[in-house]
């Protein structure tokens, strides 16, 4: 696409600049994949400033904060009283990067006015252009759209901005609570700059002036909670020529090691010269239709038929170092001259004829070509994928699942295929770039990469993981930006070969959202513009529907006795500890029996004598006998001790278990109540110091015994306890990195491996210093010793187990983890060693919790739809599909399994904040609800009582029906 610069005509330069700016104008505008822009002048990097010293008395605060406001409102006025201004800005980040010779991320950031009506702006991955009467914009995500428009008078932020994707391609990459456009926008179009660049409880300082190449700055840093920034002004015509958001290793990207600041340059701004009209004009590619909003890649591509499929070309990559291939004629066919090339590594014979292809050889042999032509009559999947993109590790993880499970089938073909873009000034070529992460991906051959771009440009291909599906005519039938688990894929082709057309459905579900989209979009921008303040920060975070408790109300189908009310403050979760009578004596038994085999066996072996290959002789044969004698009698004390054991265990059978609740309460104590009501104790666990925060409460009762387990917040610790609370260990997670901060995510006590003693699951999150790669989920024995570890899944945050039958009937045991990694939470699906299975989205939902149930086997979720606006309770079936559905008011709820029903028949249980109580039988159906009038925080059923914790007490009700 061809495009003109702006530049700035200066009254007073010489004709050798005069040249070059004019060079600059009509050798156009070309795009960075990173957005940056090639004709940008190189800009001194500075750090953020520091602020050991300033200009004023440093003990002078007051006048240092009224020197620094009236030079902020001096730059205000400069650009309120501005006829016209124009910069050659970027925005960039500053950080350490993790390979040496990665470029610095860019991107363009570039803004020309001249007033009222004439516009340019350059921003990320956007473009918007306005001639005095018409807008003109484009986004690369969309190049064959450009999006036409009237220029509204006077330019605001709500009309300019008013399409949804193009607001979305101009974002300038700061978190939008800081600043949500360009920050020389705000000042040229806002009626009150400082609203935004000094939000509610910032306070100012002048820091020492310092230089941007030969231009003294005044530098002034603004203190917030949500973050620092720095404005720095020039002192020659008071325009703000950079405004740094110090991160200090808050917000990284992956590229990263840590991440210093994000920061916006604005080079060469200057005031009422004048500018090149081409700055204002949009040269619009031939292929390019207006459009009067843009509309997203899948509107457009989804169910078209791909013209010119013969010129869509693929190609396979010879990644080893040398390879020998053999050109063979064999099973010609009749009415054909081609050769069939076939590929070797064998050692060549003397009739072969053979050619050597060198990996770093850039021709590539037209018999490892295809075309999209050659794939007509079969379903075709592809996944394309980066080298710098993790997710597409997993997708194509997923993808080949797929492909195996339809191994069989000879109408569906699978093509995973590398898009990378390798630049002239790089030294590796595209085998030596792929061959290493090939292997440790565990890629399979061929290793296919797009020929010439055509292919991704015609699929629109712009962000890696893609998942693409045409059908037998070469139509788009399925289109999606990220991966998918096998399950979709495999549900998803099989809808393709019944005849159906998914991409119909998909098309509809797309229209509403984007319709929910615009309506939110313009609610922000409406709300931004009312304010003054142009950041999301006053934007209001949208709740739930029902925002205020709902008032008590009874149950319909059930009745509620009450028995107890404790008051207790700032309660958390509620787990039940059963220890059954028995357990202590049959442990101690146990321990007792285990010390007497012991000593037995150690009496017994030191009868024995150190003889090696012992000749047969009549007094090795009398010292064998007495020892087998001395044994016998051993054996029968044994026998009978282990007769009175179950003597005893017998008896022990029909007295009812200790039930007691435990609720963390009070910071870092626990409440010990019995069902009864009774505060038995209060207690801060051993191990816990005075300042560590107790914040959950979890328990297990196996054949092992009982143990109890508390996390702490603060101290970012998992303590584990017996029965008696007496300490059995105490895990603390590592970091990799010294900085690193972790949190304890979640943490359960599972038996993933059915040998009746518990493993401990711990979720991990990392919320400070180098963040990259510090979530994980760990598994530890009670010993402490590590099991397994996956340091691949994001944000883990809730952890729960299973045990299911497979087609032998026999169990299958593993565990489930919510993976908060994008905007849509997937539960990820374990087997007991810690293999990745599955990773679970029922139609593309976000699984807000989750619980299975042992008795039933279902897997029972709360969802929510992409959109934010629907929520649902559903089980799940193995693949992830829904069973059934049944909705429920949009908000936050927990969820559990019990038999509230009767003996027979069991209930889900869903949990709301406000204090609402849903109960749902098995089949989906909602048999009652009711408000205990107060939020909750905790809730157990045990024993026929439903105990609920609301935050200053614990309530008990007896259920009946």
Known sequence: MTDYSFTISFVRINLLYVIAL???????????????????????????????????????????????????????????????????????????????????????????????????????????????????????????????????????????????????????????????????LILLFATDPLKTFLPEGATTELLQSQSIGNIPCDVIKIKHERGDRALWISRRNSALLRFDYMVEGLLVAAEFESVRTIRIEMN?????????????????????????????????????????????????????????????????????????????????????TEKTNIANDTKTDLSLQKSISDLQGKISAFCFWTTWSEPCR??????????????????????????????????KTLPDLLKPICKTWSLRKPYWHELDGKLTDALSVDSFPTIVVLGVENRVEFYSRGGMQAAAINSLLKEIEEGKKPYEKTLNELQKT???????????????TDKGIFASICVPIEKPTTTELVPQSPPKTFKLNKLWELPLASTGNIAVLKVKNSDKKINNEKNNNENFNSKNDEKLDSNLDPIQNPKPDEKIVEQTDKKSDEKKSDNAELDKQSETNIINATKNQNKPDKITLLVPCEGNSVA????????????????????????????????????VGFSSNNGNAVHVFDSELKSRLRYVPQSKTADTKLKIADFQFVDADGINEPEVVVGVVAIDGDVSGGDSICT????????????????????????????????????????????????????????????????????????????????????????????????????????????LPVGEYNLLAADLLDE??????????????????????????????????????????????????????????
């Open 22 to 184: 004019f060079c600059l104008i009509m050798e156009g505008c070309s795009c960075s994949p990173s957005g940056g822009h090639d004709h940008n002048p190189p800009t001194t990097i500075i750090d953020s400033p520091d602020n050991s010293t300033t200009e004023t008395d440093v003990n002078d605060t007051k006048n240092n904060e009224k020197k620094s406001i009236e030079i902020l409102n001096r730059m205000v006025t400069v650009y309120r009283n501005a006829k016209s201004y124009a910069d050659h800005g970027r925005g960039l980040i500053v950080g350490k990067m993790t390979q040496p010779d990665a470029e610095p991320v860019t991107w363009s950031c570039t803004v020309a006015i001249k007033k009222p009506s004439k516009l340019r702006i350059e921003c990320n991955e956007g473009k918007l252009v306005s001639n005095g009467s018409d807008c003109y914009a484009q986004i690369r995500a969309l190049p064959d759209q450009v999006l036409r428009f009237s220029t509204p008078n006077p330019l605001t932020f709500d009309k300019l901005f008013n399409d949804v994707e193009l607001d979305q391609a101009m974002n300038i990459v700061f978190p939008s609570e800081i600043l949500r456009f360009p920050p020389q």
């Open 268 to 352: 060469d701004a200057q005031f009422d010269l004048p500018i090149a009209e081409e700055a204002f004009q949009m040269m619009q590619p031939t292929n390019a239709k207006q459009v009067s909003e843009f509309k997203p890649v899948e509107t457009e591509i989804l169910g078209k038929n791909l013209t010119n499929p013969e010129s869509l070309k693929f190609k396979e990559l010879i990644l080893d170092s040398i390879k020998t291939t053999k050109i063979s004629t064999e099973n010609p066919s009749e009415n054909s001259t081609e050769k069939t090339t076939k590929i070797s590594t064998e050692n060549p014979t003397n009739n072969s």
């Open 394 to 427: 997993q997708a194509i993880e997923e993808f080949y699942k797929a492909e195996d499970e339809n191994a069989n089938k000879n109408n569906i073909q699978f093509f995973v295929i590398n898009a990378d873009e390798i630049k002239e000034t790089e030294k």
């Open 514 to 528: 984007l319709q929910q989209r615009k309506i939110q979009h313009a609610n922000e921008l409406k709300i931004m």
């Open 672 to 707: 010990l109540i019995d069902l009864s009501g009774k505060l038995i104790k209060k207690i801060t666990p051993e191990g816990f110091s005075n300042d560590e925060l107790l914040t959950l409460v979890r328990t297990s009762v196996d054949l092992s015994g009982s143990y």
């Open 780 to 887: 530890i024995d009670l010993n402490g010793k590590e099991i397994w570890r996956d340091d691949t899944i994001t944000s883990p945050f809730q952890i729960g187990d299973y045990n299911q039958k497979d087609k032998n009937q026999k169990d299958k045991r593993g565990l489930y983890s919510l993976d908060a990694s994008n905007s849509v939470v997937k539960l990820q699906k374990y087997s007991a060693d810690g293999k990745r299975l599955e990773t679970l989205s029922p139609n593309g939902a976000s699984v807000r919790c989750f619980s299975f149930d042992v008795v039933s086997g279902d897997l029972c979720t709360i969802i929510s739809a992409p959109d934010g606006e629907r929520t649902s309770i559903a089980v799940l079936n193995d693949s992830g599909s829904i069973r059934w559905q049944s909705p």
């Open 904 to 961: 027979s028949k069991r209930a889900w249980i869903v949990v709301s904040q406000l204090g609402v109580i849903f109960v749902f039988d098995q089949t989906g159906k909602q048999v009652d609800s009711f408000s205990i009038g107060e939020s909750v925080t905790g809730l157990v059923i045990v024993e026929r009582q439903l105990v609920v914790a609301t935050g200053n007490k614990v309530i008990a009700w007896k259920i009946s029906k």
